[in-house]
């Protein structure tokens, strides 16, 4: 338009300049915007950070770690019980999950692949990776609090294994599918079986981002709060060895304390939270770079 | 792939057939294995989906479709209602994305456009670690950190100011200033949900080819006109794929609401006041309800199980195989 009419230029000269500084103001609002939700974000971690230091370091006894939960408006104790309870629980969660999960990933990686089975499987399981928490809480309530009439550490820790599997599936086939087609190949060109294949070369390959896959899903089960409400419970002493009846565990520990009127249980609380925060934090970062070194392989 | 099959087909059929043959069991074994065990995840969301209906059953057999619309909530006179329930939950859930959304959306273009170099991976991680801080741990924060700043220079200042004011007079109104209510949960869960949808968001547009990119700057387009017409209709699709299954986890989040909301069981013109969503009622509840106040919080769970799995699928199906973490 300009081109053909040399006028126009002229004419639209003050208008250009008008839209020049709106088109200057929008960028520049989009930049301070942009920039001050990232700080946001930061902000709030550090936030979350110093309150779990400042207040959870005051708690921070060495009987902590030997005590089991006081009872209400008494002094002392500390958060052993909850640690071990809540140990054992993620640590026979794993168990169960870890060969369910890789397993599943392997089906869906080596065999199903683009079968509809495997799509529609593999679609559930992502649904299932963000369903809400405290529905398994309620599957596992009617599964097995109800039937065997008691809460255990066994619910706590199947209910923990769902929410586990899907975690370790998905990891397991995206490792899987990073290891290249040729190394599967010259496996069975030596005449190794497909189970033999998979075994020694696919998931040794994948090692590292297998092994990702469930510290992801020990970070994710460890602080889980809403299933352990109707399957472990809590209870504030040591548990029994066989797991039935209520067995303590930080998360429900943290909720109860926190929001009682005690001091003393609230200052154990906090110790908890510290805990479990550092523990998964550490957790996390640890995945990241297991899976680092994974991809760059 | 295919090679793979036919060489190992091929194998089987000729002479070495016989010296492979006693791992034949362990091959099959092996797949059935891997096969059952994938189908134990379809079992297992059938498995939550029918224990679900299955405790709810009385409660609908009792109260049928006026369960959905009933607001009472009465344990001596047996008379259960969703209504407040279902209502605080999508109020909590939309106030998250009204607060959350425009912060991931701006945290994403951040990351991939404005910021410099040595500090992209830190920062991102920041972000991602956000992601994995228990539900509870927010619930702590929520409460003891942020509500008491909230009620101070917030709700007493807003409801000051706009008392007897028609609409804004009532939204707005804190008749206890305590900080907790349905807008403190819906910040709290908007916190929640930024980590997931910033980082789908960024890595959607990282994906988005850098030709597109560089031709739009090359034009003389300033950030905010490539992101705005060239990044985002681009990815549109996934962003609010994205922006889907941040509303499933926020529908669904338990913890850190049930620290927040306040836990009132009535329904409230006003989102300082407190309330309560299906998931903080059940888990406030369930463990001293039996009878027919039990199966009418797994009837609240099953509703919560129906809208939250709508939304996913939705989510999923926009999102397709994106990274998900």
């Known amino acids: ?297 | 792939m295919t090679a793979l099959t036919h060489s190992v087909a091929l194998a089987r059929e000729s002479g070495v057939a016989a010296r492979i043959a006693p791992s034949k069991t362990g091959d099959r074994l092996f797949q059935g294995l891997s096969y059952a065990s994938a189908l134990l995840v379809l079992l297992v969301l059938a498995g939550i989906l029918g224990s679900i209906v299955y405790g709810a059953w009385p409660a609908f057999a009792e109260f049928g479709f006026g369960f959905l619309t009933s607001s009472a909530w009465n344990i001596g006179t047996e008379q259960y209602g969703a209504l407040p329930a279902v209502i605080g939950t999508v109020a909590a859930a939309l106030l998250a994305l009204l607060i959350g959304v425009p912060i991931s959306l701006g945290i994403a273009v951040y990351l991939t456009q404005l910021c410099p170099g040595w500090a992209r991976k830190p920062v991102a991680m920041t972000i991602e670690l956000l992601a994995s801080v228990p539900s509870i741990i927010y619930g702590m924060w929520g409460l003891f950190v942020f509500a008491p700043l909230f009620a101070r220079f917030v709700q007493v200042p807003v409801s000051n100011l706009v008392e007897g004011m028609p609409i804004v007079g009532t939204v707005l109104y804190a008749r206890i200033p305590s900080g907790v209510g349905v807008l403190t949960a819906g910040i709290i869960l908007a916190i929640m949900i930024v980590p997931f949808v910033a980082s789908i968001t960024r890595d959607m547009l990282d994906q988005i080819p850098t030709v597109l990119r560089e031709s739009a700057y090359g034009i003389g387009c300033t950030t905010w006109e490539v992101v705005r017409h060239v990044l985002v209709p681009q990815a549109s699709v996934s962003i609010i794929g994205a922006i889907m299954l941040g509303l499933g986890r926020a529908l669904g989040e338990t913890m850190a609401v049930t620290f927040v909301i306040g836990n009132a069981n009535r329904l409230s013109a006003s989102i300082f006041d407190p309330g309560s969503t299906i998931a903080s009622r059940i888990a406030n509840e369930f463990n001293e309800a039996d009878g027919l106040q039990l199966s009418s919080l797994m009837a609240l769970g099953c509703l919560l199980f129906i809208i939250t799995f709508i939304v996913l699928i939705i989510a999923r199906l926009l999102v397709r195989r994106s990274k998900v973490a």
């Not at chain 1, 300009?2 to 709106?22: C, G, Q």
């Not at chain 1, 908890?272 to 995945?287: E, F, K, P, Q």
């Open chain 1, 1 to 297: 338009m300009d081109a053909t009419n040399p006028l126009a230029t002229t004419a639209h000269a003050p208008r250009a300049s008008r839209v020049r500084s709106s088109r200057r103001v929008s960028d520049r609002i989009l930049i301070v915007a942009s920039t001050l939700a990232t700080l946001l974000g930061v902000i709030v971690l550090g936030s979350i950070l110093l309150m779990l230091i400042v207040e959870g370091v005051k708690g921070f006894t060495p009987a902590l770690f030997t005590a089991p939960t006081p009872g209400p408006g008494s002094e002392g104790g500390g958060i052993a019980n909850a640690i071990l309870g809540s140990l054992v629980m993620t640590f026979i969660g794993i168990v169960i999950a870890t060969p369910i999960g890789l397993m599943a990933g392997t089906f869906l990686a080596e065999y199903g692949k683009t079968s509809k089975i495997a799509d529609v499987i593999r679609f559930l399981n992502d649904v299932l990776l963000s369903a809400p928490s405290i529905l398994i809480g309620l599957f596992v309530y009617t599964l097995m609090v109800r039937p065997m009439g008691t809460y255990s550490g066994w619910a706590g820790a199947v209910a923990l294994a769902i929410i586990a599997v899907p975690v370790i599936v998905r990891t397991t086939e995206d490792m899987l599918r990073l290891v290249p087609s040729p190394m599967r190949e010259a496996g069975a060109a030596l005449g190794a079986p497909r189970s033999l294949v998979i075994r020694a070369i696919t998931w040794r390959a994948a090692s590292a981002g297998i092994v990702t896959g469930i510290i992801l899903a020990l970070a994710r089960i460890a602080g889980e709060t809403a299933p352990l409400l109707f399957t472990a419970l809590n209870n504030n002493s040591w548990f029994n060895a066989n797991l039935f009846g209520g067995v303590p565990n930080l998360p429900v520990m943290i909720y109860q304390f926190a929001l009682s009127p005690y001091p003393n249980w609230q200052s154990l609380a906090w110790a908890g939270a510290l805990l479990i925060t550092v523990t998964i934090l550490a957790l996390s970062v640890t995945a990241r770079f297991v899976i680092k070194e994974q991809r760059q392989r």
